[in-house]
Protein backbone atom coordinates (compact mmCIF):
# COMPACT_ATOMS: atom_id res chain seq x y z
CA UNK A 1 0.00 0.00 0.00
CA UNK A 2 1.34 3.62 -1.08
CA UNK A 3 1.52 5.54 2.48
CA UNK A 4 -0.64 8.88 2.75
CA UNK A 5 1.54 11.70 2.22
CA UNK A 6 1.33 15.78 1.88
CA UNK A 7 2.43 17.15 -1.36
CA UNK A 8 4.75 20.05 -0.49
CA UNK A 9 6.02 23.02 -2.37
CA UNK A 10 7.85 26.41 -1.55
CA UNK A 11 7.47 29.62 -4.01
CA UNK A 12 8.89 32.98 -3.83
CA UNK A 13 8.66 35.42 -6.93
CA UNK A 14 10.02 34.02 -9.39
CA UNK A 15 9.10 30.13 -8.16
CA UNK A 16 5.22 31.30 -8.02
CA UNK A 17 5.55 32.52 -12.02
CA UNK A 18 6.57 28.84 -12.86
CA UNK A 19 3.87 27.41 -10.47
CA UNK A 20 1.24 28.94 -12.75
CA UNK A 21 2.57 27.09 -15.43
CA UNK A 22 3.51 23.62 -14.04
CA UNK A 23 0.45 23.11 -12.13
CA UNK A 24 -2.12 23.26 -15.02
CA UNK A 25 0.06 19.98 -15.93
CA UNK A 26 0.26 18.49 -12.37
CA UNK A 27 -3.59 18.73 -12.03
CA UNK A 28 -4.10 17.30 -15.34
CA UNK A 29 -2.00 14.41 -15.89
CA UNK A 30 -1.74 13.62 -11.99
CA UNK A 31 -4.96 14.41 -10.43
CA UNK A 32 -4.53 11.86 -7.30
CA UNK A 33 -2.27 14.84 -6.07
CA UNK A 34 -6.07 16.87 -5.48
CA UNK A 35 -7.21 14.39 -3.08
CA UNK A 36 -3.95 14.84 -0.47
CA UNK A 37 -3.36 17.73 1.21
CA UNK A 38 -0.97 20.45 -0.15
CA UNK A 39 1.21 22.51 1.68
CA UNK A 40 2.63 25.80 0.01
CA UNK A 41 5.53 28.00 1.68
CA UNK A 42 6.18 31.30 0.84
CA UNK A 43 8.50 33.72 0.79
CA UNK A 44 6.23 36.30 3.15
CA UNK A 45 8.34 39.56 1.87
CA UNK A 46 7.59 38.35 -2.07
CA UNK A 47 4.63 36.42 -1.97
CA UNK A 48 0.85 36.37 -0.74
CA UNK A 49 -1.86 34.19 -0.34
CA UNK A 50 -4.00 35.66 -2.49
CA UNK A 51 -1.31 35.38 -5.44
CA UNK A 52 -0.86 31.65 -4.22
CA UNK A 53 -4.08 31.10 -4.61
CA UNK A 54 -5.18 32.46 -7.33
CA UNK A 55 -2.66 30.05 -9.57
CA UNK A 56 -3.49 26.85 -7.69
CA UNK A 57 -6.93 25.61 -6.80
CA UNK A 58 -6.19 22.56 -5.18
CA UNK A 59 -9.14 21.49 -2.77
CA UNK A 60 -6.79 21.06 0.48
CA UNK A 61 -4.37 23.98 0.25
CA UNK A 62 -2.72 24.97 2.94
CA UNK A 63 -0.45 28.13 3.25
CA UNK A 64 2.28 28.97 5.49
CA UNK A 65 4.77 31.98 5.62
CA UNK A 66 8.22 31.42 5.53
CA UNK A 67 10.96 32.36 7.44
CA UNK A 68 9.26 32.14 10.70
CA UNK A 69 9.65 35.89 12.26
CA UNK A 70 12.35 36.75 13.39
CA UNK A 71 14.41 34.33 11.36
CA UNK A 72 17.57 35.39 9.45
CA UNK A 73 19.21 34.12 6.67
CA UNK A 74 22.63 35.30 5.51
CA UNK A 75 24.63 33.19 3.08
CA UNK A 76 28.69 34.29 3.65
CA UNK A 77 28.72 33.65 -1.04
CA UNK A 78 26.22 34.62 -2.99
CA UNK A 79 27.29 32.46 -6.05
CA UNK A 80 24.78 29.91 -7.49
CA UNK A 81 24.63 27.27 -5.30
CA UNK A 82 25.15 29.61 -1.63
CA UNK A 83 22.64 32.79 -2.19
CA UNK A 84 21.19 33.80 0.57
CA UNK A 85 17.91 33.73 -1.38
CA UNK A 86 18.04 30.09 -2.47
CA UNK A 87 19.44 28.86 0.92
CA UNK A 88 16.12 30.15 2.94
CA UNK A 89 13.84 28.47 0.57
CA UNK A 90 15.50 25.33 0.57
CA UNK A 91 15.51 25.73 4.17
CA UNK A 92 12.19 25.40 4.20
CA UNK A 93 12.19 22.16 2.94
CA UNK A 94 13.56 20.73 5.81
CA UNK A 95 11.84 22.69 8.53
CA UNK A 96 8.27 23.37 7.41
CA UNK A 97 7.45 20.14 6.83
CA UNK A 98 8.59 19.26 10.23
CA UNK A 99 6.04 21.29 11.96
CA UNK A 100 3.29 21.23 9.42
CA UNK A 101 3.02 17.89 7.85
CA UNK A 102 1.20 15.05 9.59
CA UNK A 103 1.56 12.26 7.26
CA UNK A 104 4.33 9.55 6.99
CA UNK A 105 5.30 11.28 4.23
CA UNK A 106 5.42 14.04 2.23
CA UNK A 107 6.23 14.82 -1.67
CA UNK A 108 8.32 17.39 -2.63
CA UNK A 109 7.71 18.73 -5.73
CA UNK A 110 10.11 21.48 -7.50
CA UNK A 111 7.79 24.31 -9.72
CA UNK A 112 9.87 24.00 -12.78
CA UNK A 113 8.71 20.23 -12.83
CA UNK A 114 6.23 19.39 -15.72
CA UNK A 115 3.54 16.24 -15.30
CA UNK A 116 3.17 14.57 -18.59
CA UNK A 117 1.45 12.05 -18.28
CA UNK A 118 0.48 8.10 -16.41
CA UNK A 119 -1.48 9.35 -13.43
CA UNK A 120 -1.08 6.15 -11.71
CA UNK A 121 2.60 6.89 -10.98
CA UNK A 122 3.42 5.63 -7.64
CA UNK A 123 4.76 2.14 -7.13
CA UNK A 124 3.96 0.84 -3.40
CA UNK A 125 7.09 -1.49 -3.43
CA UNK A 126 8.77 2.17 -2.94
CA UNK A 127 8.17 1.96 0.35
CA UNK A 128 8.36 -1.56 1.54
CA UNK A 129 10.86 -1.23 4.81
CA UNK A 130 9.67 2.39 5.15
CA UNK A 131 12.63 4.57 3.49
CA UNK A 132 13.47 7.79 4.74
CA UNK A 133 13.63 8.82 1.33
CA UNK A 134 12.27 7.93 -2.12
CA UNK A 135 13.18 10.43 -4.98
CA UNK A 136 14.77 10.42 -8.60
CA UNK A 137 18.23 8.88 -8.85
CA UNK A 138 21.48 11.46 -9.20
CA UNK A 139 25.09 10.93 -9.87
CA UNK A 140 26.64 13.52 -8.05
CA UNK A 141 27.08 16.68 -5.60
CA UNK A 142 28.16 20.12 -6.38
CA UNK A 143 29.82 21.80 -5.12
CA UNK A 144 32.46 19.05 -4.43
CA UNK A 145 33.18 19.44 -1.69
CA UNK A 146 29.93 19.60 0.33
CA UNK A 147 29.89 15.83 1.67
CA UNK A 148 33.32 17.33 3.21
CA UNK A 149 31.87 19.90 4.62
CA UNK A 150 29.20 17.72 6.60
CA UNK A 151 31.54 15.04 7.89
CA UNK A 152 33.15 18.82 9.27
CA UNK A 153 30.13 19.61 10.76
CA UNK A 154 28.70 16.04 12.15
CA UNK A 155 32.50 16.41 13.89
CA UNK A 156 32.34 19.45 15.36
CA UNK A 157 29.01 18.96 16.80
CA UNK A 158 28.83 15.40 17.77
CA UNK A 159 27.91 15.99 21.09
CA UNK A 160 24.67 17.03 19.92
CA UNK A 161 24.12 14.25 17.29
CA UNK A 162 23.67 11.05 19.26
CA UNK A 163 21.79 9.57 16.02
CA UNK A 164 25.68 9.42 14.86
CA UNK A 165 27.76 8.38 17.50
CA UNK A 166 28.41 4.79 16.65
CA UNK A 167 28.48 6.16 12.51
CA UNK A 168 31.78 6.43 10.69
CA UNK A 169 32.16 9.64 8.53
CA UNK A 170 31.47 9.61 5.26
CA UNK A 171 34.79 10.40 4.05
CA UNK A 172 33.84 11.29 0.37
CA UNK A 173 36.74 13.35 -1.07
CA UNK A 174 36.24 15.08 -4.45
CA UNK A 175 39.00 14.47 -6.92
CA UNK A 176 41.46 17.54 -7.15
CA UNK A 177 40.38 20.51 -8.78
CA UNK A 178 36.91 18.65 -9.61
CA UNK A 179 33.89 21.06 -9.71
CA UNK A 180 31.74 17.50 -8.66
CA UNK A 181 31.84 14.97 -6.88
CA UNK A 182 30.52 11.93 -8.34
CA UNK A 183 28.48 9.31 -6.44
CA UNK A 184 25.47 7.32 -6.61
CA UNK A 185 22.84 9.81 -4.61
CA UNK A 186 19.12 11.49 -4.88
CA UNK A 187 17.85 14.95 -6.46
CA UNK A 188 14.76 16.02 -4.76
CA UNK A 189 12.81 17.87 -7.87
CA UNK A 190 10.65 15.16 -7.20
CA UNK A 191 11.04 12.96 -4.13
CA UNK A 192 8.82 11.12 -1.08
CA UNK A 193 10.45 11.85 2.61
CA UNK A 194 9.38 10.34 5.64
CA UNK A 195 8.24 12.31 8.33
CA UNK A 196 9.94 10.93 11.20
CA UNK A 197 13.32 11.38 9.49
CA UNK A 198 13.02 14.62 8.20
CA UNK A 199 11.67 15.90 12.07
CA UNK A 200 15.45 14.18 13.13
CA UNK A 201 16.96 16.65 10.15
CA UNK A 202 15.00 19.66 11.54
CA UNK A 203 16.29 18.65 15.25
CA UNK A 204 19.96 18.13 14.15
CA UNK A 205 20.00 21.33 12.02
CA UNK A 206 18.15 23.23 15.08
CA UNK A 207 20.44 22.41 17.60
CA UNK A 208 23.70 22.73 15.50
CA UNK A 209 22.92 25.91 13.64
CA UNK A 210 20.44 27.50 14.88
CA UNK A 211 16.75 27.79 14.56
CA UNK A 212 15.12 27.23 10.85
CA UNK A 213 18.88 27.23 10.18
CA UNK A 214 21.12 24.05 7.66
CA UNK A 215 24.82 22.77 7.52
CA UNK A 216 25.02 23.82 4.46
CA UNK A 217 22.89 25.18 2.22
CA UNK A 218 21.00 22.45 0.25
CA UNK A 219 17.87 20.31 1.33
CA UNK A 220 18.42 17.34 -0.26
CA UNK A 221 22.72 17.14 0.13
CA UNK A 222 21.75 17.02 3.67
CA UNK A 223 18.68 14.89 3.81
CA UNK A 224 20.74 12.59 2.07
CA UNK A 225 24.19 12.54 3.66
CA UNK A 226 22.03 11.63 6.79
CA UNK A 227 20.23 8.80 5.95
CA UNK A 228 23.41 7.58 4.46
CA UNK A 229 25.07 8.10 7.44
CA UNK A 230 22.36 6.27 9.50
CA UNK A 231 21.67 3.69 6.87
CA UNK A 232 18.37 4.04 6.35
CA UNK A 233 16.71 3.41 3.28
CA UNK A 234 17.16 5.43 0.03
CA UNK A 235 15.02 4.71 -2.95
CA UNK A 236 17.29 6.05 -5.98
CA UNK A 237 14.02 6.08 -8.98
CA UNK A 238 13.54 6.99 -12.14
CA UNK A 239 10.80 9.85 -12.02
CA UNK A 240 10.88 10.60 -15.84
CA UNK A 241 10.19 7.51 -16.37
CA UNK A 242 7.01 7.80 -14.39
CA UNK A 243 5.55 11.07 -16.00
CA UNK A 244 7.23 14.36 -14.68
CA UNK A 245 10.01 16.35 -16.52
CA UNK A 246 12.67 18.98 -14.95
CA UNK A 247 13.25 22.16 -16.78
CA UNK A 248 15.56 25.40 -15.87
CA UNK A 249 14.54 28.25 -17.95
CA UNK A 250 10.94 30.05 -18.00
CA UNK A 251 11.24 29.27 -22.17
CA UNK A 252 11.61 25.69 -21.76
CA UNK A 253 9.31 25.49 -18.18
CA UNK A 254 6.47 27.64 -20.56
CA UNK A 255 7.05 25.41 -23.74
CA UNK A 256 6.86 21.64 -22.61
CA UNK A 257 3.87 22.68 -19.70
CA UNK A 258 2.51 23.71 -22.74
CA UNK A 259 3.10 20.49 -24.72
CA UNK A 260 1.47 18.80 -22.08
CA UNK A 261 -1.45 20.57 -22.09
CA UNK A 262 -2.03 19.83 -25.62
CA UNK A 263 -1.12 16.61 -25.37
CA UNK A 264 -4.28 14.68 -26.20
CA UNK A 265 -6.31 17.15 -27.16
Keep these: MVPDFTVVCGVDAKHLNQLSLTWPTWRRHKPDLLSHRMVIFYDRDQVTPEAIRAVVDHPQLDLTPWPMKGTDYHSPNEDKWSNTQRYKMLAGFVHVPAMVVHTPYWLKLDTDVVATGQSDWIDEQWFTHTPAIVSHRWGFTKPADQMVQL ?115
Design 151 to 265: DEWAVANLDKLEGLWHTSPLAMEPKEGSQRLGHKRIISWCGFFNLDFTRLCSRFADDTCGRYQLPVPSQDGFMWYLAKRLGLGIGRVNMKDRGWQQWHTYFNIQFHSMEALDCGK
